[in-house]
């Protein structure tokens, strides 16, 4: 798959939907744009994230919050589990691995 030329539908969900996911939204933005990728990424609460997930490419969310997005993933969403959600690190470390089994696809 040419991945530099797919633009990628992200989710990030919190459990509350208050900043939390706006602020992973923005470091998963920030990692795409290093990895010169395109992305439109939403933000939203995870009681309302679980029933649009399947839309999506990538659901990025709690390790804890993983488990919500089983349907999703069922249907093609690649679910992406953070440990600490605050880590651009991370993120960037997990959607690198993401993306290297969708290059071998």
Do not use: P, W
């Amino acid at each position: 798959m040419d991945i530099k030329n797919k633009k990628f539908k992200i989710l990030c969900c919190c459990a509350a939907g208050n900043g939390c996911c706006q602020l992973v939204m923005l470091k998963v933005k920030r990692v795409y744009d290093k990895l010169g990728l395109h992305c439109a990424c939403e933000a939203n609460t995870t009681s309302v994230g679980k029933a649009v997930a399947h839309k999506y490419d990538v659901v990025y969310c709690n390790l804890s919050l993983e488990k919500q997005f089983e349907e999703a993933k069922k249907k093609g969403a690649v679910i992406i589990g953070l440990k600490n959600i605050m880590s651009e690190a991370e993120i960037e470390e997990k959607t690198n691995a993401f993306l290297a089994e969708l290059a071998e696809k």
